[in-house]
């Protein structure tokens, strides 16, 4: 005999026309639901003749707890989180109560992630394309993460160039860890590098403002702000902030949209790692040491080193012709 179903219900923003159909469909089906009080009245009108639970902002493992204990009486459990439920959702903190619990997917109680849109979507389509290119996103909350493993994090994604999504910026006890993530990207980003910073999104007391790293941290930002940081190449323009994914380094795309002298099109830049290698191996022979290229190229220089090993393009097809 079953004992219940436990359904994590990511959300999505909290507007239902960005909620899915899943999840919708989840929450008319279960029994009992669980979940933070601003959360629980984003879905208010859906919760008509239900076990409702309510829980605080730091109560994640009673909810987790809660759920369980429901889903062992037979009960089907919606256990919400905003955006999804899997990033720094009630999806995480639940499987551990449930693995410490003893739980197994055959022990009775099924177990369904149901996915929604993560702020790091919902914030990037209000204010454009940020997210086109490479990107991140790091919690700023140290409440069970250690701060220096997050300056780390965030200190190596400013360094390589990603975009990055801050979320928990800020909070009214936690008012410093904002501007230490600003002087952190200052090391390696320019001051005028866009940044957006986008509170509440698709939710009642939107807003949204435009500002510089520079400028970051003397913008109003709290707990319902999620900051995003563009890389060496966004811009903005007309209200829009636009990442660009690189189509500039291949084609031409003013006229006929033919490929650059050079490039060709579905292959690998020129500078993809092919065309690298290629350019690794001559500047080594004309005498780049490797401390010299792995400066150069902001790369490790045992990794330059092990690629120096490596067979080029042309050596590998050489080498192919040969054994034929």
Not at 27 to 46: F, P, S
Not at 165 to 186: D, E, H, M, W
Not at 271 to 279: A, D, F, Q, S
Request: charged letters at 20%.
């Amino acid at each position: 005999m079953s004992h219940g179903k436990i359904m994590l219900v990511g959300i999505g923003p909290g507007n239902h026309d960005h909620m899915t159909h899943r999840a919708r469909a989840a929450i008319a089906e279960a029994d009992v639901v669980v979940g933070y009080v601003t959360y629980i009245k984003l879905v208010a009108d859906l919760l008509e003749g239900k076990e409702v639970i309510r829980k605080g902002m730091t109560e994640e493992l009673d909810r987790a707890i809660h759920a369980l204990e429901a889903a062992r009486e037979g009960k089907k459990v919606a256990l919400i989180s905003s955006g999804d439920a899997g990033v720094y959702g009630m999806a995480g903190p639940t499987y551990e109560v449930l693995f410490q619990a003893g739980w197994t997917p055959d022990s009775g109680v099924e177990v369904e992630v149901i996915p929604g849109a993560s702020a790091i979507n919902a914030c990037a389509s209000l204010v454009g394309a940020p997210l086109t290119h490479d990107f991140c996103s790091i919690s700023l909350s140290d409440l069970l993460t250690p701060w220096p493993v997050i300056a780390r994090r965030l200190d190596a994604v400013a360094a390589a160039d990603f975009v990055v999504a801050l979320y928990n910026p800020k909070s009214g006890r936690r008012t410093q860890q904002i501007v230490q993530a600003q002087q952190l990207f200052l090391r390696h980003r320019s001051p005028d590098t866009p940044v957006a910073i986008v509170k509440s999104a698709y939710r009642r007391r939107q807003a949204i403002v435009f500002t510089t790293l520079q400028n970051m941290s003397d913008c109003d930002i709290g707990m319902l702000s999620t900051v995003l940081i563009g890389n060496s190449n966004t811009f903005v323009r007309d209200g829009l902030m636009i990442t660009p994914r690189g189509y500039a380094n291949k084609y031409e795309l003013h006229g006929d949209g033919s490929t650059r002298e050079g490039e060709k099109a579905g292959r690998s830049l020129s500078t993809g790692l092919v065309g690298w290698m290629e350019n690794l191996h001559i500047d080594h022979a004309e005498g780049q040491s490797i401390a010299d290229l792995a400066t150069q190229h902001h790369l490790p220089a045992d990794y330059i080193e092990a690629v120096l090993k490596m067979p080029t393009a042309d050596e590998e097809t050489a080498a192919e012709e040969t054994e034929v």
